[in-house]
Every structure is written in C-alpha cells, then in structure tokens.
C-alpha cells in the first residue's frame, strides 16, 4: 500500500462518523435549499453564493476529525501508558512529548494494520474500482473495526452505555450500534491503559522507597531521594530493555 492508500484508511473511522452526520442532516438539506454565505458585487449587480446545510454540517464535523480517529483505534491506550510509563520514571519531559506522539501514532499503526488490511481489501479497493456504492463501501470498512473494538470492549462497559441510553439490550454484538460502542470501547481503554500504568509503576515505586529508606538510615535527609533514585530507574529500565518491553507487551495486549 502507498503512503496515499493509508491515509485514506486512517480517515475510515472520521468518515463513517461524518456520514452519519450527512445522513441526519439530509432532511434538513431538503427543507432548506441553502443559506446565503458570501455576496460578490460586480458593478451594479451581484452574485449571493449558498451554503446548503448538509454541507455546513460537514465542515463542522471536520474539526471532531482527530478525535473521531482517537476514540476508534489504538491510540488512545498506547499513549497513556506511554506517559505514564514517563511519569513513572521521573525524568521530566524526557522523552518529550513529539517522541511519546510519535511512538503511539506508529504503535497504532502497526497494531492497526490486520484491521487496515482488511478495509483495504473489502472496502477502499471494491470501492475504487467502481462495483460498489459509497454507503455499501462505509458498512464493509466499518465491520472490521466493530470487530476490533467489540474483542477490545468490556461486557459491563457495553451494558453501562446501554443501560445509560434507556435500551434493553442487544441480540448480539452485531446489533450494537456506534452510538453505543465507541463510549463503551473508550472506557475500557482507559481501564486497560491505567491497570497497565499500575503495574509500570510498581518497580520505580520500588526503587523510590530504598532510596528514601537508605537516605533516612544515613541521615541525609535533606537530600532528595528522587534525585538519587533517578539513575538507578534509567539504569534498571535499560538493563532489562523496558522499552522493547514496553511496545511488546502494548502490542500483543490487543490480540490476547
């Protein structure tokens, strides 16, 4: 796949969202055949140039773009841990937060890539080709990340969500809809991302407890015991090759 094929399935998950929006705004763009956005004089007549709503519905869904991507992918475990795994180690801004963006974008890339595959296959490729129509080509790209996000979504989250918009159940998980789904699937996200954090910290806390024990039994007490631990966590977590470690275990957490 070229570089041009990714990005556009990077923007499947924006793009099914923003369909929704068109489709909830069709009625609307039916009643009302445009709004008056920009008149342009030429001597002594003029030109008014419309804007339909739908098309205003559009651009206004364009700025829920980044956040569309977020809420349907990888993303958002990867980069928490990542920052917690930074705060864990107390070296400030190192690395700095471009390194913790970058890592998490190509993480997700990668953990993404059987979905990506898939759209591509099912999807985009059928689509370009002409044999099938845009709604047609959003249903197929959108069954490969329900499928991720429901094996990635906890039962109590769905049934939360559900139980919060006043439904009574589903017969299956195909039956969930979006709506529900991706609120569902982001809280279990984060459960996961902050139980994987927990288990980070526990070995720099570790260490900032002997530190501190061995600076109070020597009465150095007014030297700080994170300046002295500081070493011996970047030494330790380069010992045991913590961020092999780390971007393993990210990846393999969501096909366990």
């Not at 829920?64 to 990867?78: D, G, N, Q, S, V």
């Not at 990506?116 to 370009?128: D, G, L, R, S």
């Not at 570790?206 to 970047?234: E, N, Q, R, T």
């Amino acid at each position: 796949m070229n570089t041009r094929t990714i990005w556009l399935l990077l923007a499947l998950p924006p793009l099914l969202l923003l369909a929704g929006v068109a489709h909830a705004a069709a009625p609307l763009a039916l009643a009302a055949p445009g709004i008056p956005a920009v008149t342009v004089h030429n001597g002594a007549g003029g030109q008014t140039y419309s804007l339909t709503i739908q098309l205003l519905a559009l651009m206004t869904a364009i700025t829920l773009l980044p956040a569309a991507l977020l809420m349907m992918t990888a993303f958002t475990r990867i980069v928490i841990v990542l920052a917690i795994l930074r705060q864990a180690i107390g070296a400030g801004q190192a690395p700095p937060n471009q390194v913790i963006l970058g890592l998490a974008l190509f993480l997700t890339l990668f953990v993404m890539s059987p979905v990506i595959e898939k759209i591509h296959v099912e999807a985009v490729n059928p689509y370009v080709a002409g044999t099938i129509d845009t709604s047609t080509a959003l249903a197929r790209g959108a069954a490969p990340l329900r499928s991720f996000m429901l094996g990635q979504t906890r039962e109590s989250d769905i049934a939360a969500f559900v139980r919060i918009s006043g439904g009574k159940g589903y017969d299956s998980p195909s039956d969930v809809p979006l709506t529900v789904l991706v609120p569902a699937f982001m809280t279990s996200e984060l459960k996961t991302a902050f139980q994987i954090g927990f288990l980070l910290f526990i070995p720099f806390v570790i260490i900032d407890l002997v530190v501190a024990s061995v600076l109070m039994s020597m009465g150095m007490m007014m030297l700080s015991p994170v300046l002295i631990s500081l070493p011996f966590k970047l030494m330790l977590f380069v010992l045991v090759d913590g961020w092999s470690l780390v971007m393993g275990t990210l990846a393999a957490s969501f096909y366990s």
